[in-house]
T-cell receptor, first 116, second 112 residues
Framework: GAVVSQHPSRVICKSGTSVKIECRSL??????MFWYRQFPKQSLMLMAT?????????EQGVEKDKFLINHASLTLSTLTVTSAHPEDSSFYIC????????????FGSGTRLTVV | TQLLEQSPQFLSIQEGENLTVYCNSS?????LQWYRQEPGEGPVLLVT?????EVKKLKRLTFQFGDARKDSSLHITAAQPGDTGLYLC????????????FGQGTELSVKP
């Protein structure tokens, strides 16, 4: 089945540095990718929607200059957390919609970011 | 703002008990999906309900979509410790592969 490969699965970085998270669609083209953030034992919060070849759409309250999204190809979307702070520590997940009769969504395995 | 209210948020039961999780909204959804998520992993799709009044069964799990397509429920019969996890409902508003609206999640713990 369609798979979204997300890397890295875990990353620890120092405050003030930037971290890039990649999501690649395997065996299908993802013109759209959704980026979520999840705190422990809580639900997924949509951060932004990336579209191949155009600017990402950010949800209210999400700083676009801090969370840079690039969707330069039909199989790769990246989220860069710039100037990371401890409060950015979270679980980040990407998801791509695809048509399988009805629309369905495949999720990456997530990235655990810890900022120290 | 479209919201999907999921309840209960936490549930701790004994093995063999039954339980029901609810998702309610004032919005109409093209479809509603239920996911299960293990710690440190992405959500895994359990089922998608599309038609109002639809009922789907997946072994001991029964999913129902409200007639008006605004609400859904997940019922687990004879819960087992292996059912422990975070259950999420998510509504698709547009039916065109647009963003999903997630409920708050239900953290289920089934004790042996």
């Amino acid at each position: 089945g369609a798979v979204v490969s997300q890397h890295p699965s875990r990353v620890i970085c120092k405050s003030g540095t930037s971290v890039k998270i990649e999501c690649r669609s395997l065996d299908f083209q993802a013109t759209t990718m959704f980026w979520y953030r999840q705190f422990p034992k809580q639900s997924l919060m949509l951060m932004a929607t990336s579209n191949e070849g155009s600017k990402a759409t950010y949800e209210q309250g999400v700083e676009k200059d801090k969370f840079l999204i690039n969707h330069a190809s039909l199989t790769l979307s990246t989220l860069t957390v710039t100037s990371a702070h401890p409060e950015d520590s979270s679980f980040y997940i990407c998801s791509a919609p695809l048509v399988t009769g009805d629309w369905s969504y495949t999720f990456g395995s997530g990235t655990r970011l810890t900022v120290v | 703002t479209q919201l999907l209210e999921q309840s209960p948020q936490f549930l701790s039961i004994q093995e063999g008990e039954n339980l029901t999780v609810y998702c309610n909204s004032s919005s109409v959804f093209s479809s509603l999906q239920w996911y299960r998520q293990e710690p440190g992993e992405g959500p895994v799709l359990l089922v998608t309900v599309v038609t109002g009044g639809e009922v789907k069964k997946l072994k001991r799990l029964t999913f129902q979509f409200g007639d008006a397509r605004k609400d859904s429920s997940l019922h687990i019969t004879a819960a087992q410790p292996g059912d422990t996890g975070l259950y999420l409902c998510a509504g698709d508003v547009t039916g065109q592969g647009g963003k999903l609206i997630f409920g708050q999640g239900t953290e289920l713990s089934v004790k042996p």
